[in-house]
């Protein structure tokens, strides 16, 4: 996976400290009711589509984008269906990173499912009763995009 440019701009003065980035995942669901997934390439496991906002992108348009480039489907992002703050990840080059992902529900419009990039093996629609095997990431953001309350985050401890 390409690291964006604006981010290699940033190494370039912070070199490995931990980053907090914007990142948006894309839960889309077809006329059908079945949900896009993509089999990642850089672990070979199925999931959302998902990615880094661009400087002044919205996130919607980032969904909406990250779904075109990495599955050849458009898409209309609906509604946001959770926000989080994931752990902190280190890459193999020392390289500290922090996501705060805000996930939509989106609706495909168009487009033919493929692998359109060299960031996935496989893409393909599922029938929510016949997912391939999904981590606990895809699966909580697939049952909060079918969910019709308000977006899920992740309540301040209280101290009392």
Not at 32 to 39: A, I, W
């Amino acid at each position: 996976m390409a690291t964006p440019d604006f981010i290699r701009e940033l190494r370039a003065t912070a070199g490995h400290q931990l980053l907090l980035l914007p990142g948006v995942t894309a839960v889309v669901l077809d006329d059908e009711g079945r949900v896009l997934l993509g089999r990642r390439a850089d672990t070979g496991k199925w999931s959302v589509i998902g990615g880094i906002s661009e400087p002044g992108e919205e996130p919607a348009a980032t969904a909406e984008r990250e779904v075109l480039e990495e599955t050849g489907v458009h898409c209309v992002a609906e509604r946001v269906v959770l926000t989080q703050a994931l752990d902190p990840v280190q890459y193999a080059n020392g390289d500290r990173c922090q996501y705060l992902d805000v996930t939509f529900r989106c609706r495909a419009t168009g487009g033919e499912a493929r692998v359109n990039d060299d960031e996935s093996l496989e893409v393909g629609w599922f029938p929510l009763d016949g997912l391939p095997p999904l981590g606990e990431f895809a699966l909580f953001r697939i049952k909060q995009a079918l969910t019709e309350g308000p977006a899920w985050f992740q309540p301040t401890p209280r101290t009392t």
